[in-house]
């Protein structure tokens, strides 16, 4: 080997001791702090919001949880069901979406058991008509204020006729049924007549015969919504059907 090979190897064996530098990193190594093993006692997640309230064909729905009213055993279950979650709804609203062709005591059941812990508003959305509010605001029963003498019932009968009378008993005041349903043009006539007799009291008490479907009371309720003269801001669906021109006996706790 000569003097310059030598020399030459000499400073490449000294170089290469000298660099201390890390080795280049791979681009697509995985760090092991970048995935954590989740705790073995670890449960599902618990969700942060109120389970959706729904009513389809077949009865309430509490988040995935089907209740069958028709049952023997149903409104406990419903009861259990809502006062599993009682703290999401304690003093709020509550969200319910229900199908036109529910029956009533579905609807009227449901309330109920929200009204027993504590909700202060229902809102229920209804597919209705295109001039009709979406959604309404109902106040459970045990929430009402207490009626007057001359606070307004409206019920649908089982004929789709209409009735509106004093919540004291009196002369029902009655709408032939129209060519789809209940007359709902003549029946928001009768509404504000009466409506505007009664200024005490801003309350609209919303019924249906057990026959009839909840849609169509839906209507009726949203009917005294799109009367400009007379303001109705408490509307109450009522847990016991009543008899139309008799007095109304409120469910109160």
């Given amino acids: 080997m000569t003097r310059t090979l030598f020399a030459a190897v000499t400073l490449a064996a000294l170089a ?7 080795p280049p990193k791979n681009p697509f190594a995985t760090s092991a702090k970048a995935t954590v093993d989740p705790p073995k006692d670890a449960g599902p997640p618990t969700p942060s919001g109120p389970p959706e309230i729904s009513i389809d064909d077949l009865g309430p729905k509490i988040g995935f949880t089907r209740v069958l009213l028709d049952k023997p055993e149903g409104r406990d279950r419903l009861a259990s069901e809502i006062a599993q979650n009682k703290q999401h709804w304690e003093g709020k609203e509550a ?25 202060s508003k229902v809102v229920v959305k209804t597919e209705t008509r295109k ?15 207490t009626p007057q003498a001359c606070t307004l019932t409206g019920m649908v009968l089982e004929d789709r006729s209409t009735a509106i009378w004093k ?5 029902a005041m009655k709408r032939a049924k129209g060519l789809a349903g209940p007359d709902l043009s003549m029946t928001a006539d009768t509404i504000e007549r009466l409506g505007k ?22 209507d009726l309720a949203a009917t005294s919504k799109t009367i400009s003269d007379v303001k109705f801001e408490t509307l109450v669906l009522l847990e016991k059907t009543p008899v139309a021109g008799r007095k109304v006996e409120v469910q109160k706790p």
């Fill in 16 to 22: 290469a001791g000298c660099d201390d530098s890390p």
């Fill in 95 to 119: 969200k319910v979406s229900a199908v036109r062709n529910a029956k009533m005591v579905w609807m009227m059941t449901l309330m109920n058991e929200l009204g027993k812990i504590g909700v």
């Fill in 131 to 145: 001039d009709y509010p979406g959604e309404l605001a109902f106040t459970p029963e045990a929430k009402m204020p």
């Fill in 167 to 171: 919540v004291a008993g009196g002369l």
């Fill in 197 to 218: 007799a009664c200024k005490q009291s801003s309350m609209f008490l919303v019924s249906a015969a057990d026959a009839v479907e909840w849609g169509l009371a839906y």
